[in-house]
């Protein structure tokens, strides 16, 4: 409980001595409640936050400061979301400094970076190479093109730990981490755009032991950790056209053993607005597999509509998976899917409607339908199982 008071004090006393020196704040809180039905089996509820994609609520509050000669700064955020047993109920997923040179023509970063500038505009990946506890230099040596290396010793964890350092195993105090020089993470990103034409991205992560995985024997590293395995980010976005958005993302990932077990994640998102009140977009994802024995791809499809009525925006999604499953159970939010073994397949319809009170606030409300198939027979002996969550979900950002 004093964690709980301690933190939010600090900070306030922080704003309190910088705010006059560009100290700005921005954040939001998001949480829901579903009737999820599943089978033949009893409804429940499920606290939810459809927008954050997380279970029970998501809370953020960001930070950044920036000096009066616009040369460095800081940011931090300060979160909560999903679940209480990791480092309590708060956790601070990036909180670093940064310093500009030359006209910040030259950038360095050091702390728990997390850094945007290469993250994909896709649906289904929308991240980059990830990042952690090290250093990052960018450097933006003419207009539009933006280069970047990292080394990192920790890497944040996934949403569903709450973006902390620790992946279940005990680290020691940062005094003690002395991880070996090759097994650090090693990121090289860059991005070319030219000013409403078209912007190219490609960026590389090294294998490496930043994930901090549990290994039994301490000599045979499993490198299954968060971003631990070699991986390839290639992105094209379309600027020409006003309206339309269009993107296409290619995650080439296992690169260290790829003719065995690598991996291959295609993703296309195209969306356009068709005038003030209506708009409509369709995503597509391919997985594909190298394995020595054959696996199928995995193929998935989102199409969605919208139209604007005032402050009221009716909404469809469709979804059709083959080679993968829904997770409504679980999660059930727009990209609540998953791939799966070749026989299951998933189609989805998601009716919803949202209600924005202001610029900052709405409440949606959908029902969420998916019926998975299996040709296995593996839902009770049958081969389909219907799921339907009913939800209202609200947003307050400030």
């Given at each position: 409980?004093?964690?709980?008071?301690?933190?939010?004090?600090?900070?306030?006393?922080?704003?309190?001595?910088?705010?006059?020196?560009?100290?700005?704040?921005?954040?939001?809180?998001?949480?829901?409640?579903?009737?999820?039905?599943?089978?033949?089996?009893?409804?429940?509820?499920?606290?939810?936050?459809?927008?954050?994609?997380?279970?029970?609520?998501?809370?953020?509050?960001?930070?950044?400061?920036?000096?009066?000669?616009?040369?460095?700064?800081?940011?931090?955020?300060?979160?909560?979301?999903?679940?209480?047993?990791?480092?309590?109920?708060?956790?601070?997923?990036?909180?670093?400094?940064?310093?500009?040179?030359?006209?910040?023509?030259?950038?360095?970063?050091?702390?728990?970076?997390?850094?945007?500038?290469?993250?994909?505009?896709?649906?289904?990946?929308?991240?980059?190479?990830?990042?952690?506890?090290?250093?990052?230099?960018?450097?933006?040596?003419?207009?539009?093109?933006?280069?970047?290396?990292?080394?990192?010793?920790?890497?944040?964890?996934?949403?569903?730990?709450?973006?902390?350092?620790?992946?279940?195993?005990?680290?020691?105090?940062?005094?003690?981490?002395?991880?070996?020089?090759?097994?650090?993470?090693?990121?090289?990103?860059?991005?070319?755009?030219?000013?409403?034409?078209?912007?190219?991205?490609?960026?590389?992560?090294?294998?490496?032991?930043?994930?901090?995985?549990?290994?039994?024997?301490?000599?045979?590293?499993?490198?299954?950790?968060?971003?631990?395995?070699?991986?390839?980010?290639?992105?094209?976005?379309?600027?020409?056209?006003?309206?339309?958005?269009?993107?296409?993302?290619?995650?080439?990932?296992?690169?260290?053993?790829?003719?065995?077990?690598?991996?291959?994640?295609?993703?296309?998102?195209?969306?356009?607005?068709?005038?003030?009140?209506?708009?409509?977009?369709?995503?597509?994802?391919?997985?594909?597999?190298?394995?020595?024995?054959?696996?199928?791809?995995?193929?998935?499809?989102?199409?969605?509509?919208?139209?604007?009525?005032?402050?009221?925006?009716?909404?469809?999604?469709?979804?059709?998976?083959?080679?993968?499953?829904?997770?409504?159970?679980?999660?059930?939010?727009?990209?609540?899917?998953?791939?799966?073994?070749?026989?299951?397949?998933?189609?989805?319809?998601?009716?919803?409607?949202?209600?924005?009170?202001?610029?900052?606030?709405?409440?949606?409300?959908?029902?969420?339908?998916?019926?998975?198939f299996d040709k296995n027979s593996g839902y009770a002996g049958e081969d389909s199982q219907l799921t339907n969550v009913f939800y209202i979900d609200v947003k307050w950002s400030f």
């Amino acid at each position: 409980m004093k964690r709980l008071v301690v933190i939010p004090v600090m900070f306030a006393l922080l704003a309190g001595a910088l705010y006059a020196q560009e100290l700005r704040f921005d954040g939001y809180f998001n949480s829901g409640l579903g009737v999820v039905n599943v089978g033949d089996d009893d409804a429940y509820l499920k606290p939810f936050g459809v927008d954050s994609e997380s279970n029970g609520y998501r809370f953020r509050l960001n930070g950044s400061y920036t000096n009066e000669a616009k040369n460095a700064g800081a940011r931090f955020r300060l979160q909560s979301q999903r679940r209480i047993d990791q480092a309590g109920y708060f956790s601070i997923p990036y909180v670093y400094g940064w310093a500009g040179f030359f006209d910040s023509k030259i950038t360095l970063t050091g702390g728990i970076v997390d850094d945007g500038t290469w993250t994909t505009a896709d649906w289904w990946w929308n991240d980059d190479q990830g990042e952690g506890l090290g250093l990052l230099l960018k450097v933006t040596p003419v207009d539009g093109l933006s280069l970047g290396i990292g080394a990192y010793t920790i890497s944040q964890q996934s949403g569903g730990s709450n973006n902390i350092l620790s992946s279940g195993v005990s680290l020691p105090n940062f005094g003690n981490i002395l991880i070996k020089v090759e097994d650090a993470k090693y990121t090289f990103n860059g991005s070319y755009t030219m000013k409403d034409v078209f912007r190219l991205g490609v960026s590389f992560r090294t294998k490496n032991q930043a994930g901090w995985a549990p290994s039994a024997p301490p000599a045979d590293y499993p490198y299954n950790g968060r971003e631990e395995t070699s991986q390839l980010i290639g992105e094209f976005r379309l600027l020409a056209a006003k309206d339309l958005t269009a993107v296409i993302v290619g995650i080439f990932d296992k690169l260290d053993d790829f003719s065995d077990s690598g991996n291959i994640i295609l993703s296309e998102t195209f969306a356009y607005k068709i005038n003030n009140e209506l708009s409509a977009g369709l995503d597509m994802v391919q997985f594909l597999y190298n394995r020595p024995v054959g696996v199928d791809p995995g193929l998935l499809f989102h199409f969605w509509g919208s139209y604007t009525i005032g402050s009221i925006v009716p909404r469809v999604d469709l979804t059709y998976f083959i080679g993968g499953r829904s997770n409504t159970s679980q999660q059930y939010h727009r990209k609540g899917y998953a791939a799966a073994a070749n026989d299951y397949s998933v189609f989805g319809i998601r009716p919803s409607v949202r209600i924005n009170l202001d610029s900052r606030t709405f409440v949606e409300i959908g029902d969420v339908i998916n019926l998975d198939f299996d040709k296995n027979s593996g839902y009770a002996g049958e081969d389909s199982q219907l799921t339907n969550v009913f939800y209202i979900d609200v947003k307050w950002s400030f």
